[in-house]
């Protein structure tokens, strides 16, 4: 007998909770699903393919480019141009975004948001990197696309997800009834459901940022960090520090243990690191609905009203109160 539930499985059953839906949606979730096992395998031998190294260009961002963010850049494109419920792809691996004109797109009403490879500099020395999606719905399907469909906040979020390809193999995603997380069976090739109704505490005790750029952090992060760092047993501090540097796997470990993410402002990036529409969106959709919280340090991430595709942004997001925390030390040195 069969004990376990595919991601397939789930979405079909889920579809039917929603008696007028037309089913694009989940193939869309389908489709996406399908390019990250392709992904997956690839990345699984990253280090036995000569697929390793730099791939000579850079992105927009002036960042470098390793073949396999290529590679899974292009897959997810493949995957969302063939299935048809997609008509923009906008990806962090291009300039602008990216029209899908296919037989099967025609009145296609979804939007994807897509970092295909995040935190690719991790490649090489083989620790978790992810993919995170986002989902819109196009505005009007009798208006041709315009910036305004892709330029949406992150409210407006019909479903988000990310995949971690770590030492095994995850898809976990919201359509705003809760998160829930798929782990890849590579004996029968599946995403089966084991994290259901996944959430998150009020409280953490895990606390995860760069520190070396310290210096530059605004007072109000370093005084959280001291914070972090104090001993006191009500609030069951000091902290633990933990910090991967691939921001799906530092998010998704906060999801399972409780914890704080924080990607401030610094002297390299005045406007934080992390891009708006294809990292911080889409996690901070995931984290609320597990019941934490995202905030650029006095707004709710999702509230933001993006005016570019690559735009940044600081972002601070975990366990509510530990977010809260943080808001009131910034505000108090504003
Ligand atoms: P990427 O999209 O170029 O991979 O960069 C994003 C990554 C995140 O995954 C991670 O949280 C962050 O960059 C790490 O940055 P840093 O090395 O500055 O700590
Ligand atoms: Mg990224």
């Given at each position: 007998m069969i004990r376990f539930k595919t991601l397939g499985q789930f979405i079909i059953e889920k579809q039917a909770?929603?008696?007028?839906?037309?089913?694009e949606l989940s193939r869309l979730l389908r489709d996406i699903g399908i390019a990250a096992k392709v992904v997956n395998r690839e990345v699984n031998k990253a280090g036995l393919?000569?697929?390793?190294?730099?791939?000579g260009a850079c992105n927009i961002q002036g960042e470098e480019q390793k073949k396999l963010d290529v590679f899974a850049d292009e897959q997810f494109i493949d995957a969302l141009s063939q299935?048809?419920?997609?008509?923009v792809v906008a990806s962090e691996e291009h300039d602008e975004y990216i029209k899908i004109n296919t037989a099967v797109s025609t009145n296609a009403k979804y939007i994807v948001c897509i970092?295909?490879?995040?935190?690719?500099?991790n490649i090489d020395v083989n620790v978790s990197i992810g993919t995170i999606f986002s989902i819109y719905r196009r505005?009007?399907?009798?208006k041709p696309i315009s910036a305004s469909d892709i330029l949406q906040?992150?409210?407006?979020?019909?479903a988000a997800g990310y995949i971690v390809y770590g030492a095994s193999t995850m898809m976990v995603y919201t359509t705003g009834k809760g998160v829930n997380g798929f782990t890849l069976d590579p004996s029968i090739g599946e995403f089966c459901?084991?994290?259901?109704q996944m959430t998150i505490n009020k409280e953490g005790r895990m606390y995860s940022i760069n520190e070396g750029n310290y210096v530059h952090f605004p007072q109000g992060v370093k005084n959280y960090i001291k914070y972090c760092q104090e001993e006191d047993v009500t609030t069951n501090r000091p902290y633990s520090s933990r910090y991967i540097g691939s921001m799906v796997a530092d998010i998704h470990r906060n999801l399972l243990k409780g914890g704080i993410f924080l990607y401030p402002a610094t002297a390299?990036?005045?406007?934080?690191?992390?891009?708006?529409?294809?990292?911080c969106n889409p996690l901070a959709f995931i984290v609320e609905q597990a019941g934490g919280k995202a905030s650029n340090g006095h707004a709710r991430i999702m509230e933001i009203n993006p005016t570019e595709l690559h735009q940044r942004t600081p972002i601070f997001i975990g366990n509510k109160n530990m977010v809260e925390q943080l808001e009131t030390m910034l505000a108090e040195e504003t």
């Amino acid at each position: 007998m069969i004990r376990f539930k595919t991601l397939g499985q789930f979405i079909i059953e889920k579809q039917a909770e929603f008696p007028f839906a037309k089913g694009e949606l989940s193939r869309l979730l389908r489709d996406i699903g399908i390019a990250a096992k392709v992904v997956n395998r690839e990345v699984n031998k990253a280090g036995l393919a000569d697929i390793l190294g730099d791939y000579g260009a850079c992105n927009i961002q002036g960042e470098e480019q390793k073949k396999l963010d290529v590679f899974a850049d292009e897959q997810f494109i493949d995957a969302l141009s063939q299935g048809g419920e997609c008509c923009v792809v906008a990806s962090e691996e291009h300039d602008e975004y990216i029209k899908i004109n296919t037989a099967v797109s025609t009145n296609a009403k979804y939007i994807v948001c897509i970092d295909p490879l995040d935190g690719s500099s991790n490649i090489d020395v083989n620790v978790s990197i992810g993919t995170i999606f986002s989902i819109y719905r196009r505005e009007s399907i009798d208006k041709p696309i315009s910036a305004s469909d892709i330029l949406q906040k992150g409210i407006n979020q019909v479903a988000a997800g990310y995949i971690v390809y770590g030492a095994s193999t995850m898809m976990v995603y919201t359509t705003g009834k809760g998160v829930n997380g798929f782990t890849l069976d590579p004996s029968i090739g599946e995403f089966c459901l084991s994290h259901p109704q996944m959430t998150i505490n009020k409280e953490g005790r895990m606390y995860s940022i760069n520190e070396g750029n310290y210096v530059h952090f605004p007072q109000g992060v370093k005084n959280y960090i001291k914070y972090c760092q104090e001993e006191d047993v009500t609030t069951n501090r000091p902290y633990s520090s933990r910090y991967i540097g691939s921001m799906v796997a530092d998010i998704h470990r906060n999801l399972l243990k409780g914890g704080i993410f924080l990607y401030p402002a610094t002297a390299a990036y005045p406007n934080g690191k992390l891009r708006l529409m294809y990292e911080c969106n889409p996690l901070a959709f995931i984290v609320e609905q597990a019941g934490g919280k995202a905030s650029n340090g006095h707004a709710r991430i999702m509230e933001i009203n993006p005016t570019e595709l690559h735009q940044r942004t600081p972002i601070f997001i975990g366990n509510k109160n530990m977010v809260e925390q943080l808001e009131t030390m910034l505000a108090e040195e504003t």
